[in-house]
């Protein structure tokens, strides 16, 4: 039986809630320097959201569940940060994509710090992050290729290859910024980097 109108928009209002809740408590303890997903306790999520525990459980099977939710809004932000297929230069297309990539991070850290935690006990939020990964392989694979078809950039390895390690080396490096690395730094070096290996230089 379809659920009548109000009563979905009323799940999509807990649902929002929870969500809303699960966001300010991770903001308070990233702040604190605490972003343990394990001690954040789903009845202070529930409490503040302004519904029951049981609600929760409705929504999400878990913490880890809700804090993918979370995340997915994140990824988009990384999506609409993609500039490899606009104009400009390499190097400036390139730079703004992954200075893109670090300020999505930057105004979510507090969920990027929870995400990994949540990846380190949950494979289906392992999953999913890989998965949310592999989804850009092809545009990245795409942007190689017709660089080397337009004789912007020198022949290699497969683009899809090249692509899924580039991708992997942005995971790794937004991990260590969650740990304390320097942004700046770390920024500079991924961007040589990407130059390098899909250009074979950086000054393009």
Not at 70 to 79: H, S, T, V
């Amino acid at each position: 039986m379809t659920p009548a109108p109000r009563a979905a928009h009323r799940g999509d209002q807990r649902r929002a809630a929870l969500l809303g809740s699960l966001d300010e408590i991770l903001r308070e303890r990233v702040d604190l320097d605490d972003p343990s997903l394990e001690s954040i306790n789903i009845a202070e999520i529930s409490r503040r959201a302004g519904v029951t525990r049981s609600a929760f459980y409705f929504y999400f099977e878990n913490k880890q569940a809700a804090v993918a939710a979370l995340m997915e809004e994140m990824y988009e932000a990384i999506a609409t940060s993609n500039h490899l297929g606009s104009d400009g230069s390499p190097h400036s297309r390139i730079t703004a994509t992954i200075s893109g990539l670090f300020d999505a991070w930057e105004a979510n850290r507090h969920l990027f710090r929870a995400m990994l935690d949540a990846r380190a006990t949950s494979s289906a939020v392992r999953e999913l992050w890989d998965s949310d990964r592999l989804s850009f392989v092809e545009p990245v694979a795409a942007m190689i290729a017709a660089e080397r078809s337009a004789g912007r950039a020198p022949g290699g390895a497969d683009p899809a290859a090249v692509a899924s390690v580039l991708l992997e080396l942005n995971d790794r490096m937004l991990e260590r910024l969650a740990h304390g690395g320097d942004r700046a730094a770390i920024e500079e070096a991924v961007i040589e980097i990407w130059l390098r290996t899909v250009y074979g230089r950086t000054d393009q």
